[in-house]
Each structure stands twice: as C-alpha cells, then as structure tokens.
C-alpha cells in the first residue's frame, strides 16, 4: 500500500516559492483507513495528488505495493492507477452528457473491457448502491446523494485496491453524509484501503487513524 | 462548436458552389472559342500575319510534307488541320481565288497509322459533339471548322457570294483552269473572303496550277486550353521551318477567363482555411478549457495523453467530415440552382470536387484542432479535485 519516504513538494507562486508538502515519510497498511484533516491550503489535496500518481514531488519518493510510483513510465503509472486506485470527488466529477451506467462504464472502458462485460459490471456496482432504477439517467436528473453514489460506483468500476476520496462528504446533506460514510467503511470491510481528506471532524472520527496537516506538515497522529 | 460547424459548412458551401459554376463556366467558354474555328496558322516563316482570313494568299508556299508531320506528331488538342493553297481563276469572266482543300478522310487515316492522338481531345477541350462528320454537314462544317471530310478530284464548293454573282447553285457544272468541275455545294456564307471563293481538292489545284506538292498555309483547329498550354510551342517543334502563330485575343480570353476563375476558388479556398481553421481552433481551444475538469477526471482514472488527444482530434474530425459533407451538398444544390442565372452555363453537381472539398475541410478542422488538444492531452491532472 502507499508508503511516502521524505516526499516534498513546493509551487512557484507570483515568484515565490511556497511549501505545499514539506518532507513528509507516511506509511499507510493495507485495509486501513485514513483520515487527512487541516485547514484550506494546508497541503491535503496535494498529498492526495502524489499518492495518487498525479503529481510528481519534487523530491522523496512514493511507492505503491513496492513499486516506485514516479520512476515508472508515464503510460505504466496511468496503468497502475487505473487498476488499483479508485477516486471519489467533492463535486462528483461525473460526465453531464452521459448516463449513471455510461458513467460507470468510463474507468472500464478506459481499461479496455469488452462492451458488454462493461454495462454488466456497472449495473451491478449501481443496483448494489441502490440506484438499479436509475440507470439510464443523466447527472442533472439525479439527486446529489445519487450523483454521489454514482460516483463511488464509479470508484469502485476497476475493483481498486486503494480509494482516495477528497471531501466525499463535502457537498451533502447529514443523511447523505452519513450514507456515504457507510459505504466508506464498507469498503473498508472489503480489504480496500482508503484514504480521506476532510474538514469534518465527524467525518475523521469514522476512520482508523486521522491524519492532521498544517502548513503541509504531518502534525501528530491522532 | 455550432459557430464552428456552421464555418465549416459555410466555407465548404461556398467553395464547392464556386467552383463548380467555375469549371461548368470554364467548359462553356473553351466551347465556344472553339466553335469560333481556326486559331492556329503555320506559315511560310517570311509571311507576316496582316489578315487572319486572308491569311493563305500571299503567294509564298510550304511542302505539303507538313501536314502529314503534324499528323504523325501525336500532338493532344489539335481538333482539325486544314492546308490551303490559292490560286487565282476565273468563273464566269471573274476572278476569284480557287483554293484547293484537304478532305480530312485523307490525313486521318494517317493519324491513325501512327497511332497519333492528334485528333485526341484532352480534358476541358470543347465538344467533340460539335464536329459532326457527316456528309449532310459539309458545307456547314467547312465554313465553320474548317472541316470536308470528302471531296473528289472534280468537286468543287463555292461561297455564297461568288455563286450568287455567278448564278450558280448545288450540282453545277462550272469550269476552272481549263478543267470541269460539279459543284457539290454552296458554302453558307460567313463574311470572311471565303465567301468569294471557290473550293476544290487540293491535289487537283496543285497539279492544274503546276505548283508541286505545296501549300500557303495549313489552319489549324487547335483547343484553346492546349492553345494556352503551349500547343503553338510545339507545334513550331515539330515544325522548326515555318512560321506558327495564333490568335492572341481568343488565347489571351481563355487564359483570362481560366486566371479569373481559378482565383475566385482560390480566393474562396483560403477564406475556408483561414474562416474554418480559425473557427474550428477557437472552439476547440474554448472547449478544452471549459471541460479542462472532466478531461482531468477522465485522467484521473486511467486516461493517457495520447487517448485524450485522439478524443478531441476525432471531434474534430467528426466536425470537419459533417460540415464538410453539409457543405458540399448545400454547395452542389446551391451551383446547380444559380449556375444557369449566374453563369448562362447549366450545371451539374460534381462528386469529386464535393469529396475533394470535404477532404480539405477534415484535414482544416484536425490541423486547427491539434494545439488545443495537444493542450488538453498535456492537462494536469490534479484539476479534477477543484472545486467548482
């Protein structure tokens, strides 16, 4: 699972130079879950963009089950992500123009599933979020808990090993929060690590070990 | 992505309706300079051209050698030769010039031992369909084209002015340089000299002339686009002795004409390259950036570079393959209906130049499309997590 080893990570900023990650050494087990928690700017999206293989640190370096993330070629790195890691968006991030199930289908597509086995995992990912009757349904015609679970079916699309959600509870309702909270944790249950940024010190009471960042330094593991 | 569309379907629209009036246009003008008859003369290289008609009575001659030369030579555009020789007589106690013809059968069948493509019409010439070689045609086609295709050693064909002073008509019996001749017909009149004269078998000149195998002139019936291709060139080729020369306003009109035409597609071209190409980088680069979150997104979770700028290059494609085909319909419809009060030429659509312009337009909309896709392929990724 992800490990980071004196990873840092700064931004040239109007000619300055600011410190978004300082170096930072993080192990995360397998089947864990984490909670990030800090202030806006205190470097949390920044840390989940490196773990996520979509930023390159400065220095340091950030494995991934053993492998050095950055040191793979740009075509291996999207392939990693694409089969063990799963995101979940503060605004969802779906597709306007597509429907629950095509939305579902984008992470299978893009990993080269036949058409038909393609819809038959993504229905099955929506009936068991509860959206079975929601399929052919756009974005726009759904609620924001059920474009919130259409995205964590998308998450789940390529079965990852590893889910980093960025303020997954950000945008909903207490109900909803708690809804997705749940699925979180159940994910969890399933052997999937997950690793989540957040303002809400609710929502990180949920998870195994919370994570405070400040000025893009690891404070202290609560 | 419409006002993009809606660039390219103009563009393509106008270009295809253009042009195909233009080559329609092209066709009808070549046509009838032909139609106009000889434009190309080989003289003697010491005769200076004064009168384009009357331009075989100079008395200086050339072999008859000539025109069997010219119609082994395999030149493309030459539609008819015609070798003249004249000499003065009398009909009916008045002079007039007797000027001895070649039928065409004659040199033809030459041409066709060589296996020579002199008679070839190459693309764009005028219509063949207007040279009928029917005996019926005769006369008509002798006054107009330059064109007997028989004639026997004792016929002869008057022009309209001479048989009327002399009161002659079609089957007339009339007597020249000692020798009876029936006259087989009388030429319409055209209001050139021709009209005083009268025609006989050139060989049959020659000899009660006592000239030898000579001529004044041969005429030739060239196509004006070869003309303008540079058939007089090759013709004094073929013929370094002599003196060949055309008729620089009829050349000079089709070159114009051509120059006109060929600019206004060109014109119409670049305003599809410029217009389409501007159109097409600018909605694709406003489209890349307001979907900068889900092409980050779509990174996200596994996309590479290289799918996301096939993606948009496909768009494009897409765009350019639509508003190009819509535009060469609606360019087709649109030359088919204002071709004829346009152009006075009637117009049909032209399916190569429609797939040719569609061409052009996928290959403006891809070309136009390559930076801002570039552009989305080189995305961060990270723009995925940015809040709205």
């Given amino acids: ?10 931004y040239a900023r109007r000619g300055r130079t600011v410190e978004a990650l300082r170096p930072t050494t993080l192990d995360i087990g397998a089947g864990e879950f984490v ?4 202030p806006s700017g205190s470097g949390k999206t920044t840390l989940l963009s490196i773990v996520g293989g979509m ?3 400065d220095s340091g370096t950030v494995w991934l089950d053993g492998q050095s993330l950055y040191d793979l070629p740009l075509g291996e790195r999207t392939r990693l992500r694409r089969q063990r890691i799963g995101f979940v968006f503060q605004s969802f991030n779906l597709v306007s123009y597509l429907t629950a199930v095509e939305n579902v289908q984008v992470p299978l597509y893009l990993a080269g599933a036949a058409p038909r086995q393609q819809r038959r995992r993504a229905v099955h990912l929506l009936e068991r979020l509860s959206l079975g009757e929601r399929l052919g349904h756009r974005p726009a015609e759904l609620s924001v808990g059920q474009q919130q679970r259409v995205a964590l079916a998308r998450t789940l699309a390529n079965d990852p090993a590893l889910i980093l959600a960025d303020e997954p509870t950000g945008n909903l309702d207490p109900d909803m929060r708690e809804q997705v909270l749940g699925l979180l944790e159940e994910f969890r249950r399933e052997g999937r690590t997950v690793v989540m940024v957040t303002h ?6 949920r998870a195994d070990r919370v994570l405070p960042l400040i000025a893009g330094e690891i404070r202290a593991a609560a | 992505m419409l006002t993009c569309g809606l660039a390219i379907l103009l563009g393509v629209t106008a270009l295809v309706a253009v042009r195909t009036v233009t080559v329609f246009s092209e066709r009808a003008v070549a046509r009838d300079l032909d139609s106009l008859g000889a434009n190309v003369l080989v003289l003697p290289r010491g005769v200076t051209l004064q009168d384009y008609y009357a331009a075989d009575t100079h008395g200086e001659t050339l072999p008859e050698e000539y025109v069997e030369r010219l119609t082994l030579s395999g030149l493309e555009g030459v539609d008819n030769l015609s070798p003249r020789l004249c000499v003065s007589a009398v009909l009916a106690g008045r002079s007039v010039t007797l000027t001895g013809i070649l039928p065409r059968s004659e040199f033809q069948a030459k041409a066709a031992w060589g296996g020579a493509g002199i008679f070839a019409r190459p693309a764009g010439c005028g219509a063949e369909a207007d040279l009928p070689l029917g005996q019926g045609d005769g006369p008509r086609l002798l006054a107009r084209k330059r064109i007997i295709e028989n004639l026997a050693e004792h016929e002869a064909l008057i022009g309209a002015d001479a048989a009327e002073r002399a009161g002659l008509k079609e089957g007339d019996a009339i007597e020249l340089l000692g020798e009876r001749f029936t006259i087989l017909a009388v030429l319409p009149a055209t209001g050139t000299v021709d009209d ?8 049959t000149v020659q000899r009660l002339a006592d000239k030898g195998e000579v001529v004044n002139a041969i005429e030739v019936v060239g196509c004006c686009k070869q003309i303008a291709a540079g058939l007089v060139e090759k013709i004094a080729e073929v013929l370094p002795e002599a003196r060949v020369t055309t008729i620089t306003q009829v050349v000079r009109t089709q070159q114009n004409v051509n120059r006109t035409m060929g600019n206004l597609s060109l014109a119409f071209l670049a305003l599809l390259l410029a217009v389409g190409g501007a159109a097409t980088a600018g909605a694709m680069y406003g489209n890349v950036s307001e979907r900068r979150r889900e092409v980050g997104t779509l990174m996200a979770l596994g996309a590479t570079p290289s799918l996301v700028l096939r993606l948009f290059l496909g768009k494009a494609l897409v765009l350019g ?3 190009g085909l819509a535009g060469a319909l609606l360019g087709s419809v649109l030359a088919v209906w204002l071709g004829p009060s ?3 030429v009637v117009v049909r659509p032209l399916p190569s130049l429609a797939l040719g312009a569609t061409g052009v337009a996928v290959v403006v909309a891809v070309l136009a499309s390559l930076w801002p896709a570039w552009r989305a392929a080189r995305l961060d990724p990270c723009v995925c997590f940015q809040e709205v």
């Fill in chain 1, 1 to 10: 699972m992800p490990r980071l080893d004196n990873v840092r990570k700064s």
């Fill in chain 1, 35 to 38: 909670a990030m928690v800090g």
């Fill in chain 1, 55 to 57: 930023l390159a640190p």
């Fill in chain 1, 200 to 205: 809400d010190p609710a929502a990180a009471a």
């Fill in chain 2, 196 to 203: 005083a004269r009268v025609f006989a078998h050139l060989h």
């Fill in chain 2, 321 to 323: 393959l639509g508003g």
């Fill in chain 2, 342 to 344: 346009l152009a006075n």
